[in-house]
């Protein structure tokens, strides 16, 4: 399979604990995207990176969420300190440039 | 990025067409119309996008209208499977707009046998 993925699928954690997503973006894809989903609303934009390089943030990336793109090819996404509100599905996306978005299945995130 | 107005809901009849709308009148010249679809429990999956002229592929037509302030989605035999949620999003072609997707709430589209 050739598409995006990610990993884990599901993660449940406690309040206060840090987790780390990670998304493998289609081979090639130079452009990496970070979106959130909550429940009945559409995705929302977080982040995005064109290689290596970080160039827009949300204002609805506060400074507990940190991403990173390291080496150009795969993401991850960590959130410190987790609250309840953070619960939601974590989505990856890739892109050639400006042509359209592919989407992997999305991290789905609970905090207790 | 023009904000895009659709229905909360339809429903179609398996086998026939379904006819998806969606506004957006504060479009510009510079913006494209795109058309995603999710699938419950599933990312977002590309259907199809267009400027101005008419559009079609293997999933899906396009068609906007000459001022480009509303376009609709068909899909033209409807089956079970796409029982999805469509969203309408207009993106600017600029390249300093980074590309991100601005989505709206989207059409829940329930197709029934």
């Known amino acids: 399979d050739t598409g995006v993925s990610q990993d884990p699928r599901h993660k449940i954690t406690k309040r206060g604990q840090n987790v780390t997503f990670r998304c493998d973006p289609i081979s090639e894809h130079n452009r990496l995207y970070w979106y959130r989903q909550t429940l009945g609303q559409g995705p929302e934009f977080l982040t995005y990176f064109q290689n290596e390089a970080q160039l827009e943030k949300s204002r609805l990336l506060s400074d507990r969420f940190s991403a990173e793109r390291p080496k150009g090819s795969f993401s991850t996404l960590e959130i410190q300190r987790t609250e309840q509100g953070d619960s939601a599905m974590y989505l990856c996306?890739?892109?050639?440039?400006?042509?359209?978005?592919?989407f992997g299945p999305g991290t789905r995130l609970t905090v207790l | 990025d023009a904000k895009t107005t659709q229905p909360t809901s339809m429903d179609c009849a398996e086998g026939r067409a379904a006819n998806l709308p969606c506004n957006h009148s504060?479009?510009?010249?510079?913006?494209?119309v795109y058309w995603y679809r999710q699938i419950h429990s599933q990312g977002p999956q590309y259907i199809i996008h267009g400027l101005k002229n008419n559009e079609t592929n293997e999933m899906a037509s396009l068609i906007i209208t000459e001022d480009r302030k509303s376009s609709t989605l068909i899909l033209p035999h409807a089956t079970l499977r796409d029982t999805a949620v469509y969203y309408c999003?207009?993106?600017?072609?600029?390249?300093?707009?980074?590309?991100?997707?601005?989505f709206g709430g989207g059409t829940r589209v329930l197709v029934k046998p």
């Open positions: 999003i207009v993106r600017s072609r600029r390249k300093a707009a980074g590309n991100k997707l601005t």
């Open positions: 996306a890739s892109s050639s440039g400006t042509k359209e978005q592919f």
């Open positions: 504060t479009i510009s010249g510079n913006e494209y």
